[in-house]
């Protein structure tokens, strides 16, 4: 019983360090529809802990990057009855 109730803690342990540390919500934002030769604004943000060594990827080919990426980056620190929390938001506009 003792050795279950250490792998539990164990892998309970593991489970919130490791959420954290990946815990991240991406939003793209793109037309519904776009037309052949028509321009357009794609636009993803990453709201995460850490942005700070996020690197953008890469645009797929076959689209034309007429101006861009342009990059937004928020940063926000909150503490309520002693619980602190961050969060950090970075957009990229092409």
Do not use: W
């Not at 250490?6 to 540390?21: A, G």
């Not at 990057?65 to 937004?72: N, Q, R």
Request: net charge positive.
């Amino acid at each position: 019983m003792k050795k279950n109730s250490k792998l539990f803690i164990f892998l309970l342990l593991t489970f919130v360090c490791c959420n954290k540390l990946v815990a991240q919500k991406i939003t793209i934002s793109i037309p519904e529809k776009v037309y052949v030769g028509e321009n357009f604004r794609l636009s993803y943000t990453i709201n995460s802990q850490d942005v700070e060594n996020f690197h953008a990827g890469t645009v797929p080919s076959g689209i034309e990057i007429i101006a861009g990426p342009y990059t937004s980056q928020q940063s926000s620190y909150q503490m309520v009855n002693g619980h602190t929390s961050s969060s950090s938001l970075i957009t990229f506009t092409y």
